[in-house]
């Protein structure tokens, strides 16, 4: 899948892009703070009463219920296709509450596989494990648990991480898979209105805060049939045909990008987008009122023509800023200009002679020979050092040269 494809998996912020959208959630905003300050009280009676009332069905009605006025809704769907036999559920990860809301209709655990220990594992409604052990062993330790009489199910998220639930799956790990030769297949469909359930940046903590603030949250939960693996069938067959049959039923794309794939993607995405910063000239000040009649997404592109801008401060802003469409990275952008500063003052339109003279004015002899940025983001870690070394060589050389013709100096040498 293309990294356009990546983004659409996941939620980079919080709030809508739609202007209408957002003067609603503004009018909104006080119901939901009174909202939140008293969810919050009801939340600690919630708690309080799942931890006193014993594991049971009476528990899970009225846990379900106060759950309700938290604003968190549960609806089932096919819930005769659920097997009581079954030791192993297999559901997609949306949210970091998933496991407590389809707790409220059938008991089972839920191993805590990274996170905190203690307390808060337990508060959250996970079943701790020793998971600084190796995979091997955690693998062992959960499969001689499956094969125990008279224990609840085990809950497993083999996408080992959230996305929005609106574009598709996560790869499904194969080690849950080798557990147990049967699994449930749970589908998990989560909406709330206006807000995104989760952004890559936020922490459990703050989503549930967000999630006491939205009017609702409604999680749709659906029982597929049991499915076995047949014989002959690797566990990562297995997962990949379960893969499959869930993002079916959801109607989302069976990907191949991994837990990891979305951290170096979210990484990636940090470094290219730097911030802004706090220093202002003369041409940032009219960058600043061009970006507040741009979208949100030209916003960054606006940001980013700053920072270039303080660098090469003769070049015209409509050439940065169609480069930076191109590239959406202010150092490939500025390796490009300096590369080809002469196409670049050509090209500009209601350009001043005196600007793009500058441009043109350092001596032919003494542009260096830069080889060209990379087009791609570099495979190995040597390929992505050359290219940085390469557009740090640049940026040295320009403003050298620049340091030499203020001062006057290379005249003062050819003497």
Known sequence: METRGIEDMFDFRRFPKDAVALLLLLIYSPVGICLMLMRIFIGVHVFLVSCAIPESIVRRFVVRIMCSVLGMHVRQRNP????????????????????????????????????????????RGFMEIHSASSQEAIGESLQRYCSTEGVPPLLVFPEEDTTNGRAGLLKFSSWPFSLTESIQPVALRVSRPVLSLSTVESGWLIDLLWTLFAPCTVYHVSWLPPVSRHDGESTQEFANKVQELLAIELGLVSTKITKADKAEHIKRKRHSIPQTSTSATSGSIGLGFMAQSLGPDDHWIAKMAQQVKEVLPHVPINVIT????????????????????????????????????????FP????????????????????????????????YNYARRRYIEKHGLEEEDSH
């Open 80 to 123: 005769r296709s659920r097997d009581k036999n079954t030791k192993l559920y297999i559901c997609n990860h949306v949210t970091e509450f998933d496991h407590n809301i389809i707790n409220l209709l059938t008991p089972f655990n839920t191993p805590q596989l990274k996170g905190s220990t203690g307390f808060m594992c337990w508060a």
């Open 322 to 361: 169609r480069d930076l469409a191109k590239t959406n990275c202010v150092d490939t952008t500025i390796t490009n200009l300096l590369e080809n500063k002469e196409e670049a003052s050509m090209e500009a339109t209601g350009t001043s002679t005196c600007g793009a003279s500058r441009i043109n004015s």
């Open 364 to 395: 032919s002899g003494s542009s260096p020979t830069i080889k060209p940025a990379a087009k791609t983001f570099g495979r190995s870690p040597t390929d992505r050092h050359l290219s940085l070394q390469q557009r740090k060589e640049a940026l």
